[in-house]
């Protein structure tokens, strides 16, 4: 080998290098973690960002919601009174990113959750920062009251908005994910979770 390619190698055998790790932190480096929230911390998610919980007394209603999280589960109860001619809700909404950063999950099929139903309706929504009047894709929660865990998947594009026009979820713009509990009437609620991540 002579001393010119002998050169070359030498100076093109770190540009290699660091190319290749540069291509390996994109790779693996970006994508987003599976868990969402394993509630292991009491203040904040899986992510690092703090739980906030919000309910229909900022419309009107009288709903009431207490949260303990203990030993890597959050359970949830309270006593739903509506506001005058809406559904009433109290919920929680986990963080994917700082408030109004999109968190691309393009890479996943949907949410996971690990839930425990005692009484109540639930729901899921996936919270895009494309979505301004609040009608973010939901889904209803189907599990039996049985006070068990399930296993609930559900795929981004069963997720729908309940008033305004049906455009399809854009998982590379969500912001939070929120879990819902709902009544048109006066009513109770009571669950637990054990972990939500995306799949």
């Not at 540069?22 to 992510?47: K, W, Y």
């Not at 009431?64 to 009433?88: C, D, F, N, Y």
């Not at 959750?113 to 996936?126: F, Q």
Request: aromatic share 10%; glycine share 8%; hydrophobic share 40%.
């Amino acid at each position: 080998m002579n001393n010119r390619k002998a050169s070359a190698l030498i100076f093109i055998q770190p540009l290699l290098l660091s190319t290749l790790l540069a291509s390996a932190s994109i790779s693996f480096g970006s994508g987003m973690a599976l868990v969402v929230d394993d509630f292991s911390n009491a203040q904040q998610t899986s992510l690092g960002f703090p739980r906030y919980f919000v309910n229909d007394t900022m419309a009107g209603g009288n709903t009431t919601t207490e949260q303990l999280v203990a030993k890597g589960v959050i359970s949830t109860k309270g006593e739903i009174v509506p506001p005058r001619g809406q559904p009433g809700w109290a919920s929680i909404a986990l963080p994917l990113e700082a408030q109004g950063t999109p968190k691309d999950s393009s890479a996943f099929e949907g949410v996971r959750l690990l839930i425990k139903v005692n009484s109540g309706n639930l729901s899921v929504s996936a919270n895009s920062t494309e979505v301004s009047n609040f009608d973010y894709h939901v889904a209803l929660i189907a599990v039996a009251a049985d006070g068990k865990f399930h296993e609930v998947k559900i795929p981004f594009s069963a997720m729908k908005r309940s008033w305004s026009e049906q455009t399809p979820l854009n998982p590379k713009t969500l912001n939070s994910i929120s879990i819902t509990a709902y009544d048109m009437a006066k009513g109770s609620f009571d669950f637990a979770v054990d972990e939500v991540s995306f799949y």
